[in-house]
T-cell receptor, first 112, second 115 residues
Framework: QKEVEQNSGPLSVPEGAIASLNCTYSDRVSQSFFWYRQYSGKSPELIMSIYSNGDKEDGRFTAQLNKASQYVSLLIRDSQPSDSATYLC????????????FGTGTSLTVIP | ETGVTQSPTHLIKTRGQQVTLRCSSQSGHNTVSWYQQALGQGPQFIFQ???????GRGNFPPRFSGLQFPNYSSELNVNALELDDSALYLC??????????????FGQGTRLTVV
């Protein structure tokens, strides 16, 4: 079982719609959760971090964390073509030497 | 721009050779982590340095080694290169408090091709 799992997609949404990206993780003691955006050929760019249960909003982005269900999601409202990228979910637990476990990423395409 | 810089950006090496990749961390950051990202995969943790000491290692063989310097910059060394070492190598800088990770910011990466 992989530590972090994401739907690889591709996920396509029309411009202006809400894109929903999901991630599950296996280690119950995971403490920190991050979403990164990666454009083709570029390095990952941090979008959101979330550490406690509930929602965290930053502009058009909302991260949701449910530790009981071991589930974290990212919602992108009013999706723009510039949001087209691969979105990586990363999970950190102190018990594993402070490494980040990444999912394989979900490819998102926003159609104009 | 994250303030994390890596060099070189691209590199081609022959199987069996050795390579050194470099990373300068963001100002105020004391922790550097290295990741390997193969095409179509998520980054895989190689190791992390905190205040010049190794602070965790992923499932990579000993021919992957590293250093962190007093200014918190870091090097990744790979000996006896294999074809499967071809990947994007990412350095991530963070400010850790008592060894607990906070947000990590990536450099632009080094694309290594082994032929």
């Amino acid at each position: 079982q992989k530590e972090v799992e994401q739907n690889s997609g591709p996920l396509s949404v029309p411009e202006g719609a809400i894109a929903s990206l999901n991630c599950t993780y296996s280690d119950r003691v995971s403490q920190s959760f991050f979403w990164y955006r990666q454009y083709s050929g570029k390095s990952p760019e941090l979008i959101m971090s979330i550490y406690s249960n509930g929602d965290k909003e930053d502009g058009r982005f909302t991260a949701q964390l449910n530790k009981a269900s071991q589930y974290v999601s990212l919602l992108i409202r009013d999706s723009q073509p510039s949001d087209s990228a691969t979105y990586l979910c990363a999970v950190n637990t102190r018990n594993t030497g402070n490494q980040f476990y990444f999912g394989t990423g979900t490819s998102l395409t926003v159609i104009p | 721009e994250t303030g994390v810089t890596q060099s070189p950006t691209h590199l081609i090496k022959t199987r069996g050779q050795q390579v050194t990749l470099r990373c300068s961390s963001q100002s105020g950051h004391n922790t550097v982590s290295w990741y390997q990202q193969a095409l179509g995969q998520g980054p895989q943790f190689i190791f992390q340095y905190y205040r010049e000491e190794e602070n965790g290692r992923g499932n990579f063989p000993p021919r992957f080694s590293g250093l962190q310097f007093p200014n918190y910059s870091s090097e990744l060394n790979v000996n006896a290169l294999e074809l499967d070492d071809s990947a994007l190598y990412l350095c991530a800088s963070s400010r850790s408090l008592d060894r607990l990770n906070t947000e990590a910011f990536f450099g632009q990466g080094t694309r290594l091709t082994v032929v």
